[in-house]
Nanobody, 129 residues
Framework: QVHLIESGGDSAQAGGSLTISCAVSGYTTGVFWMGWFRQRPGKEREGVAIIYTGLGSTDTVYSDAVKGRFTASRAMNTLKLQMNNLKPEDTAMYYC??????????????????????WGQGTQVTVSS
């Protein structure tokens, strides 16, 4: 079992910055991809930023909507998502997730929430204009 607990969600003005975190615990040896998803009001859950956590690579994938503005990182048992130049459309519940699937080919698969079996409870980010 892998346990994920998000924190750091807050309100911000458009153009501002926020960093959210995810505390990771449990049996993480078999986890290959970890990262961030979000669910905006009235929308389906979508991938935001995913990091490969297996050996020998630090591949990171970003959705087109956040590329160049968001940065995902991992240090020890914490995942972080640095969000810069926030926009009102970034308002969402942000979730941390992990998968034991070793081979996810292509950005679409890596950003697909259906490929992830471990989830946190979410942290709310609200951006006002």
């Amino acid at each position: 079992q892998v346990h994920l607990i998000e924190s750091g969600g807050d309100s911000a003005q458009a153009g501002g910055s926020l960093t959210i975190s995810c505390a990771v615990s449990g049996y993480t040896t078999g986890v290959f991809w970890m990262g961030w998803f979000r669910q905006r009001p009235g929308k389906e859950r979508e991938g935001v930023a995913i990091i490969y956590t297996g050996l020998g690579s630090t591949d990171t994938v970003y959705s087109d909507a956040v590329k160049g503005r968001f940065t995902a990182s991992r240090a020890m048992n914490t995942l972080k998502l640095q969000m810069n130049n926030l926009k009102p459309e970034d308002t969402a519940m942000y979730y941390c997730a992990a998968t034991t699937i070793p081979a996810l080919y292509g950005d679409t698969a890596r950003l697909d929430p259906r490929n992830y079996e471990y989830w946190g409870q979410g942290t709310q980010v609200t951006v006002s204009s």
